[in-house]
């Protein structure tokens, strides 16, 4: 198989952890014969600070022709302490989100044994925990006219859904709720909002084309309590672009880090493979950063984008494999971890690799 491949690093551990997940891709291409040629671009505060645009043409470009993104993250301090600012890191994500048609972000919440105890919640309330978020993309406040008065002291943002938006993800997410265990679960606020009024009446419409799926709503408060309270409730959770961002920030506690988490933005054509976590600058350069959510993304690429679920498999199976020996990255540690196993950034990304090498060969 030949594919195109463009890498996004991004900001802050963008580039850290990317850099892995280029390089089991990598690895997987030599071992099953695969040619993936890699491209590299700019966006977000990178990108600012080159060309003063946080989404420059070049990348767009190279996007529309690449078969896959591998992406890191976009952010940095400067703009969270200056609110003012009108040129902004996440306006370069909205865009090529936009620019490519991802409408549908895919979020699974993979939960490893080995990190029950990673998690603040409890490992009886976890355990068996399986979820598969369907969260809208190119709708709602994120889109929608904003507006400032003049005095700057009222504000506004429009919360905006066309039908087409709502059944397109709705057909998506049912059929992957299908090939599960066929039930699915719809969150809106339909009691409050008009848009989610319009939400609640297309899925129902869609539902009727999937009978052999169950289908429940739910509004967005109880949908938050449920997910602590009993997340094993929960196979397709469908989503607005708002409610999709908490609600899959909030399930990181379940998989016991951010740093665990990938996932898939994808339309019609090129998809957008990333880490759900930010760029978090704090820790950017020291080496912190757990680079397993970035090759659980090039999982999804390989899975999703191109068809190759062995190879996806094996990656996963790579991982599952190295928290099973104790091996830790500093956000995943906890009292038991063997001090000697907590890994940084690099050793994690190499134990990885070495591990996937010796699978390779016995596979």
Not at 44 to 58: F, K, M, R, S, Y
Not at 114 to 136: C, M, N, V
Not at 280 to 288: F, P, R
Request: proline content about 3%; some cysteine.
């Amino acid at each position: 198989m030949k594919k195109n491949i463009l890498v996004i690093p991004g900001d802050g551990i963008g580039p850290e952890v990317t850099a892995w997940g280029k390089a089991a891709l990598e690895q997987i291409a030599t071992a099953f014969g695969h040619e993936f040629t890699f491209d590299e671009a700019l966006m977000g505060h990178v990108a600012i600070e080159a060309t003063g645009n946080p989404l420059p043409d070049e990348t767009l470009e190279k996007a529309k022709k690449s078969d896959a993104i591998l992406f890191g993250a976009v952010g940095h301090a400067k703009y969270d302490n200056d609110p003012s600012l009108k040129v902004r890191p996440e306006q370069g994500l909205l865009k090529i989100r936009k620019e490519l048609g991802l409408f549908a972000n895919l979020r699974p919440i993979l939960l490893f044994d080995e990190l029950l105890q990673a998690s603040s919640i409890k490992p009886e309330i976890l355990k068996g925990t399986d979820i598969l978020f369907f969260r809208e993309l190119t709708g709602d406040v994120y889109f929608g006219k904003k507006t400032r008065s003049e005095d700057r002291n009222t504000a506004s943002d429009l919360m905006i859904y066309h039908r087409y938006e709502v059944e397109r993800i709705a057909h998506k997410a049912y059929q992957a709720a299908q090939q599960r265990n066929k039930r699915l679960c719809s969150v809106d606020k339909a009691n409050v909002l008009e848009s989610s009024r319009l939400w609640r009446e297309t899925v129902q419409e869609i539902a009727k084309q999937y009978p052999d799926v169950e289908t429940e709503h739910m509004f967005i408060d109880n949908a938050a309590m449920q997910l602590i309270k009993n997340p094993k409730k929960f196979d397709v959770v469908l989503t607005a672009n708002l409610f999709g961002d908490i609600l899959t920030d909030e399930a990181s506690q379940i998989a016991g880090s951010m740093g665990m988490l990938a996932s898939a933005s994808v339309g019609e054509l090129t998809g957008f493979y990333e880490p759900i976590h930010g760029s978090a600058h704090d820790i950017a350069g020291k080496d912190l950063a757990n680079p397993l959510a970035s090759i659980l993304s090039a999982a999804l690429l390989l899975e999703i984008g191109f068809g190759l679920k062995e190879e996806a498999k094996l990656l996963v199976d790579t991982i599952d494999q190295v928290l099973k020996e104790g091996f830790r990255t500093h956000d995943i540690a906890d009292q038991s971890t063997n001090r000697f196993k907590v890994l940084g950034t690099a050793e994690m990304g190499k134990l990885v690799l070495k591990f996937l090498s010796q699978k390779l060969i016995t596979t």
